[in-house]
C-alpha cells in the first residue's frame, strides 16, 4: 500500500477527522520525515526509535515537562507521560504503572530509562535522597550488561522482563525502588542463533579483564569457549572497535557496581561463577562401548571448575555422568547417555547463570530499598508507587523457537491490557454515565490468550507432553495440530512435522517446536543440586540450598536465596593456565565403577519428585500471572 505523505503537524492523531490505519500512519511517516518522534493518539504516546542521539532530554526539556497543566502547549513527549504519572500520584495517591510495549528493536529500553530519570528529577530531594537517585539511575547499565544480549534485530536487546517499582512519600519524595526481573532468557546461556551473541558481561569480561587476573580464572582466548563463538565461524570481537566498546564497558560495570555497594569479594565471586560457567560449558562428552554411558574427553576444563567453585570433583563427575531413580524409597543410580550429558551441563550452567542473575537484582533491591527507619515506612509497605515495564518486544526471527513463544504470549498479555484499559473499559464509562458513543472496532486478543492459557491450551499440552519419557517434539507437534486445529488464530504448516504458526496481534509467526520439550523441562537434577549444595564458596552453596523452582517465580518475592557477601577463600591459583592432569579419566573409572556395582541409596521419595514437577511453562505462565496483579492495581499510562 502506496502511502501519501501527510502534513505531519498534528501532534495529537486522535483529532484527525479519519481515524484510520492509511490516516495515522500517513502523519506518522510525515512527522518522522520532519525528525518528530513522539506524536500522541489522546492519552497514549506513539514513541519511533530514531536510531541515533537526540539533543531533547537536556535539562531544559526537564524543566519544560515539569508540572505541565496544558498538554497542548508543548510538543509531545517521553517526559509527559512520566510528568503525568507522578503528577496523578501526588494528586490521588493512587499507584501508576507506565506500560511500554512495542517491537524488538523499537527502544523500549531507553525510553524506560529517560522517564526515570525524568521522575527523579521532579521529586525534591536533600542530599540523602540525591545519593539514592543516582544509584536508581545507576542500576539500569547495570541490569543490561547481565540481562541484555546482541540479537538479529536489535544491538542491546532486553532478554528479561523488569517492572522498575518507585516509591514515595505522601508528599512525592521518591524514598526507594525494586526491581521485579521475569522470564530470563537462561537458554542464551549455552546456545544463540547466526549472527547473535551471548548476555554482555561475557564480552565484557575478556575486554576488560587484564592478564594477571584472566589467568586467575583460568581464562584463556575467547575464541576457546564454545557459548562466546560465532555458530558461522566469526570472530568473538569482530573488530576493535568492538572490542574498545566492551573494555570500556567492563571498567563503567565495575565502577556502577562499587558505587551501588558491591564489595571487591562480590564482584569476585561473579566473575568466579561467570568463569565456572565458561569452562563447564567447555566439558565434552564421549560414548563408553564398555559402558554404555558416557566419559568425561579431556577433564581438564572438569578440573577448573571444582575448583573455582570449591566441588568435589567425584561428586560432580558422577553427577554429569550419572542419574538416580527412585524405587521404594531407595535412590538407585543410572549411566547417562550422550545426549542426557550434554543437556545435564547444559542445565547447570542455565541455572547457575539465573541464580547469579537473582543474586544481583537481590542485591540491588536491597540497596535500594526504602529505609524502614524512614518517618513514612508504615507497615513495610509504601502504597505510593509508580512502576514502569520494560519487557522483551513482540519478536518474528527467521527462525522462531520456544524463547519467542513466551516473549510474544507475553506481548499479547500486554496487548490484551491495554486493550482493556483504552477501550473496554471506557465504552464502560460512556454507558454509565449515558454519553452517546460510536462503538470503536479493534481486534480483541481474548481468544489468543484462550489459545495459549486455556486448559487445553498449547502450554498445557507442551506440559503434559513433558512428562512422558519417550515423547518427542514431533509428538508435541501433532498433539497441537489435534486439539489447536479448528481455532481460527492456529495453522498448521504443510510438509513440517516439528512446526506450527499463530496469528499474532502483531502478525503470522511460525515457531519451530525443535527443543520445546527439553527447554520446557529444564530440571537440574537432585545429585546435581546436592553437588552444588556442598560448595566450599558460601554463596554458591546458599544460591542452591533450596529448589528455587518450587519458589515464588520472581527471585525478588523469594526468601529461599539468602542475601550473603560472597564469602570466598580461593586456593591461590598458578599462573599457567595448566592444572596437574591426572593420568588416568576419572570420569571413565567411575562409570566403569558404576556400571558394575548396584549403588543405592535411601532417599526422600517426596523430595525427588519435587524436582520433577515444574516446568518452564508453569514458572512462565505464575509469573506473567504476578506482573499482571501488580498492573492491575494500578492507574495505567502507556507508551507504544
Known sequence: MVLKIGSGDIDDLSTLNVLDTESLLRELRARYKKGT?????????????????????????????????????????????????????????????????????????????????????????????????????????????????QTCMNNNSSRFGKYLQLSFTDDGRIVGAKVFDYLLEKSRVVQHGPGERNYHIFYYMFAGLEKESLEYYYLDNPEHYRILKDPCGGKVFPSRTDYRHC?????????????????NEDTNIVFTLLSAILHLTNIRFSHDDETDGVFIEDEYPLEVVCTLLALDQEILTMALISTFSTTKGERVISLKNFDQANDCRDALA??????????????????????????????????????????????NFQVNSFEQLCINVANEHLQYYFNEHIFLHEEIDYKLEGVPFEKV????????????????????????????????????????????????????????????????????????????????????SANLIECMEKSGIELISDLFSNDKQSSSPSSNSSSNVKNKSASMHPVRRPKSFEIERVKENFSQKTAKSLRQESRPFKTNTIQKERFSQNTVALHFKTSLAELLEKMKDAEPSFVR
Request: one cysteine or more; glycine letters at 6%; charged letters at 25%.
Open 37 to 149: 518522534i513522539y506524536t500522541y493518539i489522546g492519552d497514549v504516546l506513539i514513541a519511533i526509535n530514531p536510531f541515533k542521539q537526540l539533543n531533547i532530554y537536556e535539562k531544559q526539556q526537564h524543566d519544560l515537562y515539569k508540572y505541565v497543566k496544558c498538554r497542548s502547549q508543548l510538543s509531545p513527549h517521553i517526559f509527559w507521560v512520566a510528568d503525568q504519572a507522578y503528577r496523578k500520584l501526588c494528586l490521588s495517591n493512587r499507584p501508576q504503572c507506565i506500560a511500554v510495549s512495542g517491537e524488538s528493536g523499537s527502544g523500549k529500553t531507553e525510553s524506560t530509562k529517560l522517564m526515570v530519570s525524568h521522575i527523579i528529577q521532579e521529586c525534591s530531594s536533600d542530599a540523602g535522597d540525591r545519593e539514592l537517585q543516582k544509584r536508581i539511575i545507576e542500576v539500569n547499565p547495570l541490569l543490561e550488561a547481565f540481562g541484555n544480549a
Open 247 to 263: 573494555r570500556q564497558s567492563f571498567h563503567t560495570q565495575k565502577d556502577i557496581m562499587r558505587r551501588v555497594g558491591f564489595t
Open 350 to 395: 542455565k541455572a547457575m547463570y539465573e541464580r547469579l542473575f537473582d543474586w544481583i537484582v537481590k542485591q540491588i533491591n536491597d540497596l535500594l530499598q526504602p529505609n524502614k527507619q524512614h518517618k513514612y515506612f508504615v507497615d513495610e509497605v509504601l502504597h505510593t508507587t509508580i512502576g514502569i515495564l520494560d519487557m522483551s518486544g513482540f519478536e
Open 441 to 524: 472496532e479493534f481486534q480483541n486478543n481474548e481468544d489468543l490468550i484462550e489459545l495459549f492459557m486455556g486448559p487445553l491450551g498449547i502450554f498445557a499440552l507442551l506440559d503434559e507432553e513433558s512428562r512422558f519419557p519417550k515423547a518427542n517434539d514431533e509428538s508435541l507437534v501433532q498433539k497441537f495440530h489435534i486439539h489447536c486445529k479448528t481455532h481460527k488464530r492456529y495453522i498448521r504448516p504443510r510438509g513440517n512435522e516439528t512446526a506450527f504458526g499463530i496469528h499474532h496481534y502483531a502478525g503470522k509467526v511460525v515457531y519451530d517446536a525443535r527443543g520445546f520439550l527439553e527447554k520446557n523441562r529444564d530440571n537440574l
